[in-house]
């Protein structure tokens, strides 16, 4: 145990040298919003309100997909579904237009509470849901405030300084993508086009990674400490019963392989800033760099690379930075794609059709996935805009980034 303490005070020391946060109360000045400008009191109120509502009320305001413009019975549920949620959103779109969003948090206790990104994810798809019947009814302009909502909501979610939080502020992000995007190809006059990049404009990345990143640290700085506290509470029978591990007993070297393999862990997240530092946080440089830390991580013994820890009652510790530089990176991606794609129709509003080649658009004309231009091509009536890159067979992991116009027909029996 002192060997370990040593080896990982060490990391420790290193990891604040190199400026990463290494305590709680680094996390909190990073985080630090001034009452006056923090959205995070108001969500919690409001949050409250939605969980006041019936259950049937809530599962109602999750299904988005449910509703079709051209079948005029699945647009008046969607409208009877939004009514007892009007209220909160008035106050949703007010709390999200304050400047910053800190939520208090217990570092030792897997930070943020697990239920907040619940309750964003139901009010950003309430609010997705509210915008694409407004669409449909022609409020143009109320549709793109609800988007904007909901964007400047997902943002909020993602400066907390972790990088789970991050991960689930790009998922809502995407939610408020795909909504801008079916608004767009299903009213394509110029007024509805400009309120589409309106919504695409409040679509921001989360907190720059190299900053989130020490939430890990301070996390495993807490087990570690926890982990010591243990140990002193040893029992004749050799086990140890932690109020850290909601009082599961476990057998002391089971504890001091966590410490071990805790100890790797700085060195792996030493390595993560580091490859973040270097240079952008997203493209495929970016996620090149990340990549070289995962294979010097595989190398290392018993050391898991999946998002989840060892165990499911340990705190959640998210190594594989290679992942989220590639969400990161889709993300930014999608929004531009989406940007191409509403230049193109407005294009074709004003001449009468779409181009034969893709016209310079600046920098959205670049995909950052590739560092190249987006493949543009004409398909009857319509076009696809696709990225260069192709799926990967090794990992599995990569989708083809691609959009269509006209939007494939949906498939027999759907009604």
Known sequence: ???????????????????????????????????????APLYNAIFKKIAAEPWGAKTALWRHDAMRPD??????????????FQTAFDDLRIASKR?????KRNWRRMNVHWSVPGWFRLAVRGLCKSAHLDSVDGKTEQAANDLETAARMAHHLGLCPDPIMSSQSLA??????????QVAQERTDLPSLRAARQALGACELPRPLHESIGGQIVTL???????????GRLNGLGRIRSQYRLGKERDAIDHLGDYA???VALQAIRKQYAALKAGSEVGPRARHRQE??????????????????????RAVIELDIALLVEKFTRSLARTRAMLVGISLLERRAKDGQFPQTLPDVGEIGMDPLTDKPWVYRREGNGFRLSS???????TGRVRPLEFVFPRPAPRAGVK
């Open 1 to 39: 145990m002192a060997r370990l303490h040593e080896d990982f005070q060490e990391q420790i020391r290193l990891a604040r040298k190199e400026g990463l946060a290494t305590e709680p109360a680094d996390l909190d000045r990073l985080g630090f919003v001034p009452d006056d400008q923090n959205a």
């Open 71 to 84: 079948v005029p019975g699945t647009v008046n549920v969607a409208r009877a579904d939004l009514v007892p």
């Open 99 to 103: 400047p910053g969003c800190d939520f």
């Open 172 to 181: 809502l992000t995407s939610e408020v993508q795909d909504t801008v995007w």
């Open 221 to 231: 700085s807490e087990l570690a400490m926890a982990t010591e506290e243990d140990f």
């Open 261 to 263: 393999l805790d100890v």
């Open 292 to 313: 070289e830390v995962n294979s010097w991580m595989a190398g290392q013994k018993d050391l898991d690379l999946t998002v989840f820890a060892r165990d499911p009652d």
């Open 388 to 394: 260069a890159r192709m799926p990967s067979s090794e």
